[in-house]
């Protein structure tokens, strides 16, 4: 923990420049207490991976669907088509690779508290501080896909607390979540922190630290970690803004080998379709 948190300190340090407001999310592992607004949609349809050279898993595509549930909830569904690579898949045999349906994620999130800088109305242009959850389950579908390794075995349930502040020039979105396993998948802490910079209204770019580590052993298998660091963004591109390109790529920043679950890249490619009137997203801020 110790190390990870100056890690952390470390790469916000560098990114000490002016920054606009951190937004996680798609295409970043780290979320944000962020909502798409009262009666919109948020739809993500993305590709992507991690690699490790003993496994790997991939999502061809990935479908991120977000509907804004007055100004402070969101709802979430989320189900992809899963690639897995790896010994566990056949057999035993290396390197085998198996396809089939990913699981069905749903997900609440809802922001409790915002703040904002006294004497101005309150806007998310204003806002230096909120503070949101967002439980979500990950459930197997009626498939072969856990039997053949594509996917692991469910339910896991996780619960993160997320939130963004601005200190000085410096804005942070930053999550802190448990994942509660089963018998056979183990339970796990992600930790993830975002700061960027908002170049235009149509681009922006972020750097994000991420680190996912097993809490417990399942029948004596050494505990795993992911500790990635990587870069990304989002550029729009229609001039009503409802259609935006999203990117990301990275790496661990410890050693890969093909017995831990550090993967020496992981990246993301997709699209963001926003939908909804404009008068049904002013927000009845609180």
Avoid: C
């Avoid at 909502?35 to 999502?59: K, V």
């Avoid at 469910?154 to 000085?168: A, D, H, N, S």
């Amino acid at each position: 923990m110790s190390r990870f948190l100056q890690l952390m300190l470390l790469f916000a340090l560098a990114l000490a420049a002016p920054l606009a407001l951190a937004q996680g999310g798609p295409p970043f592992i780290t979320d944000d207490p962020g909502t798409p607004g009262n009666r919109q949609w948020e739809i993500n349809l993305g590709l992507t991976g991690g690699h490790n050279p003993g496994a790997a898993s991939y999502r061809l595509p990935d479908i991120d669907v977000n509907y804004g549930w007055g100004d402070r909830i969101q709802l979430m569904y989320e189900l992809s088509l899963a690639v897995a690579t790896g010994p566990s898949n056949s057999n035993n045999q290396s390197n085998a690779t198996q396809a089939g349906l990913g699981e069905s994620q749903f997900g609440v999130k809802w922001r409790p508290y915002e703040h904002h800088r006294a004497g101005e109305p309150k806007s998310d242009e204003n806002m230096d501080f909120s503070l949101g959850t967002y439980p979500q389950a990950v459930i197997n579908n009626p498939t072969s896909a856990v039997r053949r390794g594509v996917v692991e075995p469910g339910p896991q349930y996780y619960l993160p607390v997320e939130f963004t502040t601005k200190l000085g020039p410096v804005n942070f979105n930053g999550e802190l979540g448990r994942w509660i396993g089963n018998r056979n998948v183990p339970s796990r802490w992600g930790r993830g922190l975002i700061a960027g910079h908002e170049f235009s209204e149509r681009f922006e770019l972020y750097g994000e630290i991420y680190d996912l580590q097993d809490v417990n052993r399942i029948d004596g298998a050494p505990r795993q970690r992911a500790l990635t660091l990587d870069l990304g963004g989002r550029k729009t591109l229609d001039r009503a803004g409802h259609l935006r390109l999203m990117f990301m790529g990275g790496r661990a920043i410890q050693a890969v080998t093909r017995q831990n679950s550090e993967p020496d890249w992981i990246a993301y490619m997709g699209v963001q379709i926003l939908l909804g009137t404009k008068s049904a997203s002013v927000s009845a801020k609180q």
